[in-house]
């Protein structure tokens, strides 16, 4: 059963103003953590933001914020004032435990001038 | 500079032929990772290990080998058998594979099978 799911394959934002990148999950255990990474068309993977499942603030690092949603079991990614360096692949993931981190299938975004 | 370095960037290979991708870190991290990337795809686990002399299979195992005989080196062994071996793959490290343990990322090896 597909864990994470992106349902947005791709977003288009124009330059300097927010957008929302959609993540959900699955997963039936209370301990768990939820990270957001940045694939740039260099092909690293850039680590964005974390949140733990008991953590009660949404997570921020700066333009990036985590709308967590634990009930809904969603974890959206929040740019604000969008630059056109974000344009890249944006990968939502999940840990439960000391379990493996599995991945979704992505969301390329476009910032527009 | 601390990092995570992977070599080659790009690699060729003739069918039949085993193949090692390196990748290097001086994070001083316990765990290390290879993931399997397709195009258009989320990454795939192939191998892991959270100690020297020690690792465990992912999802995609089969047509792979590694080794951790150094804290900072997990080379991955692409064999014969690996029925489709063209893909991005990416190595990564962490400071003990714990739950909120990050994974650190280097910049990938593109392996084409010709």
């Known amino acids: 059963a597909q864990k994470i799911t992106q349902t947005q394959p791709g977003m288009f934002v124009q330059e300097k103003e927010a957008v929302t990148l959609d993540c959900t999950y699955d997963t039936s255990d209370q301990s768990y953590g939820l990270f957001w990474y940045k694939q740039p068309s260099s092909g690293e993977m850039i680590f964005l933001i974390y949140?733990?499942?008991?953590?009660?603030q949404n997570a921020t690092e700066g333009r990036y914020s985590l709308n967590f949603q634990k009930a809904r079991k969603s974890a959206n990614l929040v740019i604000s004032a969008s630059q056109l360096g974000d344009s890249a692949m944006y990968f939502c993931?999940?840990?439960?435990?000391?379990?493996?981190?599995?991945f979704g299938a992505g969301t390329r975004l476009t910032v527009k001038p | 500079d601390g990092g995570i370095t992977q070599s080659p960037k790009y690699l060729f290979r003739k069918e039949g032929q085993n193949v090692t991708l390196s990748c290097e870190q001086n994070?001083?991290?316990?765990?290390m990772y290879w993931y399997r990337q397709d195009p258009g795809q989320g990454l795939r686990l192939i191998y892991y290990s959270q100690i020297v002399n020690d690792f465990q299979k992912g999802d995609i195992a089969e047509g792979y080998s590694v080794s951790r005989e150094k804290k900072e080196s997990f080379p991955l062994t692409v064999t014969s058998a690996q029925k489709n071996p063209t893909a991005f793959y990416l190595c990564?490290?962490?400071?003990?594979?714990?739950?909120?343990?990050?994974?650190?990322f280097g910049p990938g090896t593109r392996l084409t099978v010709l």
């Open positions: 993931a999940m840990r439960e435990g000391d379990n493996d981190m599995r």
């Open positions: 994070l001083n991290h316990d765990a």
């Open positions: 949140q733990g499942s008991y953590d009660e």
């Open positions: 990564a490290s962490s400071i003990d594979g714990g739950e909120a343990d990050t994974q650190y």
